[in-house]
Nanobody, 124 residues
Framework: QLQLVESGGGLVQAGGSLRLSCAAS????????MAWFRQAPGKEREFVAG????????NYADSVKGRFTISRENAKNTVYLQMSSLKPEDTAVYYC?????????????????WGQGTQVTVSS
């Protein structure tokens, strides 16, 4: 089992930046890929960014490419999402997700472990 706890959400003006963190505990000795998803009110949860176990492989949703950066520090069992040039449409609850295995994927069904989510609100 992997337990995930997000932090770093909040209220920010359009054009601003935020950094989300996701701390993992439990079965952290096994390889696991990580990702961030988000869910806006009335919408389905969607993939934002993913990172492989080594950190060398990353992928992003088109809507955040060039603005968001995912990274990880395995020594600290922590994954980050640096968000810049934020837009009101980025407003959502952001979820950290983990899956057993080294490779990251963009589909929700690939992830077995989920955090409780952190709210990000971008004002115009």
């Amino acid at each position: 089992q992997l337990q995930l706890v997000e932090s770093g959400g909040g209220l920010v003006q359009a054009g601003g930046s935020l950094r989300l963190s996701c701390a993992a505990s439990g079965r952290t000795f096994s390889p696991y890929a990580m990702a961030w998803f988000r869910q806006a009110p009335g919408k389905e949860r969607e993939f934002v960014a993913g990172i492989s176990w080594s950190g060398r492989g990353t992928n992003y949703a088109d809507s955040v490419k060039g603005r968001f950066t995912i990274s990880r520090e395995n020594a600290k069992n922590t994954v980050y999402l640096q968000m810049s040039s934020l837009k009101p449409e980025d407003t959502a609850v952001y979820y950290c997700a983990g899956r057993s295995g080294a490779t990251t994927y963009s589909d929700i069904a690939s992830y077995q472990y989920w955090g409780q989510g952190t709210q990000v609100t971008v004002s115009s």
